[in-house]
């Protein structure tokens, strides 16, 4: 019996290409389906950032094993008004891309701050052909952490003229997103969306919690186990352990990256496990 179609989605970056690879990594590690999901990374030349190199798309590839790889670049009309809306920052913007890929399959996006502590292939076998199709968020609440996110696609055309007439009266209004795309798709998902208890997205406000029944952890508005610069609003009290996962599961990719004589070694920043 051939596995349903899917898609795992994230957004290609240069500065956080450590942790992009290693939750691909991480991801694959922990799936023991044979669902073998397609890894799809949105990029667009006009945001230099998402724009890999050749040795680092074969990292990529490398993390990926035998999961396929695309590179999706959304229209240039859309990027051009992702970038002109005010307080938003434009490259997480093209988690959108993804809803409008006209595939017929499940789909889960994850960011790259973000690694597998278990097995996602449930996400994919929740979203079967004929699911209806909404966005699934990992959470109870009224306001959703948009770094993971779970559909069956494609998106209806109805949804997508919501995504965008909602960029369009952002930039008549000038509206400020106070948390970015977060803001952003949460005004477009109120009444699109179904919320579930799936453990996926394990944030810094969880800290002091147990693991052991969490899928991902996420990294969410704290320093990067690889030491990123930048300034975060969270200071990530209770992060310490979740480190030492992230770089146990890095080191291990960059062994076996070295060990497959690829050229771009990575440098998984030991030193930043202090902080």
Known sequence: MTPPL???????????????????????????SSLRCT???????????TDLDETEKEVVAFASGDQPVEYIRPADELVEKWQALKSISS????????????YNCSFAYFDSDMLALKST????????????????FSGQKLHYNTGFFAMRMPAPQSFL?????EVDKGLETNRN????????????????FLAHNWK???????????????????????????????????????????????LEECEELRKS????GQLKLLACRPNAMSS
């Open 6 to 32: 899917c898609y795992n989605g994230f957004i290609a970056s240069k500065r956080f290409f450590v942790g992009l690879v290693t939750m691909i990594y991480s991801l694959r590690h922990h799936d023991t």
């Open 177 to 192: 997103y106070q948390a970015g795309d977060q803001s952003f798709l949460n005004s477009c998902c109120r009444e699109k």
């Open 121 to 136: 292939a449930f996400i994919h076998e929740y979203l079967t052909p004929g699911a209806p199709w909404l966005v699934h």
């Open 39 to 49: 890894n799809l990374l949105a990029w667009h030349p006009r945001e230099h950032d």
């Open 200 to 246: 996926v997205n394990y944030g810094t406000q969880n800290a002091t919690r147990l693991l052991n029944e969490w899928v991902v952890l996420h990294w969410s508005g704290v320093q990067k186990p690889w030491g990123t610069e930048g300034t975060f609003s969270r200071k990530g009290n209770g992060t310490h352990m979740w480190n030492h996962l992230w």
């Open 91 to 102: 490259i997480p913007m093209l988690k959108l891309t993804f809803f409008y890929l006209k």
């Open 257 to 260: 990256n070295e060990s497959a």
């Open 161 to 165: 003229g919501t995504l965008e007439n």
